[in-house]
């Protein structure tokens, strides 16, 4: 099954933020483009729209004069419904309402071939739903764009109970001739993308709610020490905190309220207040014209340690000792069953997050999970109240001696990266089990479609299989509500790398 012909006539109806990016990504494709929207005379100003950003393409010669003049020509605002007869492909984006998308898509099986195919851009309605009002759902797909469209090369080809694999896979090799990178799933609450990328805003909100940091050492740490582009609070600032509040609730009810996606509560207070991120000038964090964005916790100056001793090879920190010796700190290496923690000169003990609180432990400091240690700038510390001033003082000495900002947190079980990555790794490889994607399409999604450093399989096979396992199985003894007990598809992944290493 091939892509759709260029020459095949293509309508977007709804020429709002995405109607309009998509309709641009099939007309510099090469398919005519018809455009309908509900609203009188908005179809016109979109299509006066799509032109000036064209204009703006030739300028940045990434278009050139006759080719945009050529696209101009192909595209038509039309005012009726029925201006889209003849169409091989709508795609729908407008309101977000089941009743209204299915009242559209009713109305369009009257107009256009039966051989068109409708797809619809929701973000977080179920596509079986949709595409169930349709005389012939078997043609009715999901086709997810990113925001901006035509920057963003993500789409998620969604497939409903219906769908016919066809037509599936002529929308996604249409998708790929429009020069986009489609992944196919199921149809299931969030697809891929809101699904599996829920935890690191609800993990983020956790550590805040507990009083475990404030949102700027948050953000710093996601960052400076996971990798990540944004931190949570300043990405749900510029999502809107309204926007990225319903699409939680959205997948927690269509999940039949599964405790692993409910809502924070902090952040429903936030939206209650009208603070909705930039949009309102103040949302985490203040936006307003001047407003200084508040300083991450970073620890004052401290001694480093003269040694450290090594237990253990430290997993998936191993690259630590090395650093440490660089640094001009001397190792002295133990040989330790299961050890993977640093022993300090004043007795304390110096360990990967790894789940559990240090309250649990005699004077113990955590450190959490980095991408990379090398690379990183910071590294939070966590410890106890009973914890000696001394360990968390040469904690503080070492992360600084390897050129780390470090900022000191709360006890908090698993820390600020270390749960959250545990936590998209462990819905990544239960949504595989499930059928809803490929581990492949699932990688690539989560980098493209959120920017995440590493694909949440490619994450696990670098820490190691059973890494987020045994985290989220120390989580879940801390708070036994069910937010983090690992799926079984976890434990299955676990061991299955478990006997692989073995084997090895
Ligand atoms: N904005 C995003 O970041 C984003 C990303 C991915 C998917 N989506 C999804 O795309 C869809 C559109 O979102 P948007 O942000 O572009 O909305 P928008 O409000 O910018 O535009 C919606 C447009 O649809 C028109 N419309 C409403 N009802 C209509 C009807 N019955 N028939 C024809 N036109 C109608 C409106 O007049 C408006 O112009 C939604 O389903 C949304 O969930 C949005």
């Known amino acids: 099954m091939t892509a759709l012909d260029l020459s095949s006539p293509v309508a977007v109806v709804g020429t709002g933020t995405m109607g309009q990016g ?17 609203a009188p005379g908005r179809a016109r100003q979109a299509a006066d729209a799509i032109g000036a950003r064209l204009d ?32 091989s492909l709508v795609v729908e984006a407008i309101l977000e309402r089941l009743d209204v998308k299915q009242e559209l898509f009713r109305a369009l ?37 990113f925001n901006p469209a035509p920057l963003l090369p993500l789409v998620e080809v969604v497939s409903g109970f219906a769908t016919d694999v066809t037509c599936a896979t002529r929308a996604y090799e249409t998708a790929r001739a429009w020069g986009k990178t489609p992944v196919a799933c199921a149809d299931t609450p969030g697809f891929i993308v809101n699904r599996v990328a829920r935890p690191f805003y609800a993990e983020a909100f956790a550590v805040y709610e507990s009083q475990g940091a404030d949102p700027a050492t948050i953000d710093a740490v996601l960052r400076e020490c996971g990798g990540f582009r944004m931190g949570a609070f300043e990405l749900t600032d510029l999502i809107g905190q309204d926007v990225n509040e319903s699409v939680t609730r959205s997948v927690w009810q269509s999940f039949f309220q599964d405790v692993r996606f409910t809502p924070s509560l902090a952040q429903r207070r936030l939206v209650e207040s009208g603070r ?40 998936p920190a191993s690259e630590l000792l090395a650093m440490i010796r660089e640094a001009g700190i001397e190792v002295r290496e133990e040989d330790e069953d299961n050890g993977t923690r640093l022993v300090l000169p004043g007795g304390g003990q110096l360990v990967l997050a790894d789940g559990q609180t ?33 360990t968390v003082a040469e904690a503080t000495g070492l992360f600084q001696a390897l050129g780390k ?56 096979r670098r820490l190691g299989g ?39």
Not at 432 to 454: C, F, H, Q, S
Request: aromatic share 6%.
């Open 56 to 87: 703006r393409l030739v300028e940045k010669e990434r278009l050139t004069a006759a080719e945009r003049d050529a696209a101009r020509a192909r595209l038509r605002p039309v005012e009726e419904l029925t201006g889209l007869a003849g169409c």
């Open 276 to 315: 909705l991120g930039r949009k309102t000038g103040r949302g985490w964090y203040d936006h307003g014209e001047g407003a200084e964005r508040p300083e991450p916790h970073t620890a004052e100056p401290a001694r480093p340690p003269a040694y450290v001793v090594a237990e253990g090879d430290l997993g």
């Open 22 to 38: 998509i309709a641009q990504v099939a007309l510099v494709a090469g398919h005519p483009v018809r455009l309908y929207d509900a």
């Open 109 to 145: 099986e009257d107009v256009v071939p039966d051989d068109c195919l409708l797809a619809t851009n929701t973000s977080s309605l179920s596509v079986t739903a949709i595409g169930g009002a349709l005389r012939l759902p078997g043609r009715f797909v999901g086709l997810h764009f």
């Open 358 to 390: 240090s309250v649990e432990f005699r004077d113990v400091v955590y450190f959490d999970l980095a991408l990379d240690y090398r690379r990183a700038t910071r590294v939070a510390l966590s410890h106890a109240s009973n914890t000696s001033p001394v």
């Open 405 to 460: 900002h470090v900022s000191v947190i709360g006890d908090v079980p698993g820390m600020i990266v270390a749960r959250t990555v545990a936590r998209i790794i462990d819905l990544a490889v239960d949504a595989v089990a499930k059928g809803v994607a490929t581990e492949d399409d699932i990688d690539t999604a989560m980098r493209l479609g959120v920017n995440y450093p590493l694909g949440p399989l490619e994450w696990s």
């Open 466 to 504: 059973g890494w987020a396992c045994s985290v989220l199985d120390n989580l879940h003894e801390c708070d036994p509500s069910g937010r983090y007990a690992p799926s079984l598809a976890l434990y299955r992944h676990a061991y299955a790398s478990d006997l692989r290493e073995g084997s090895a």
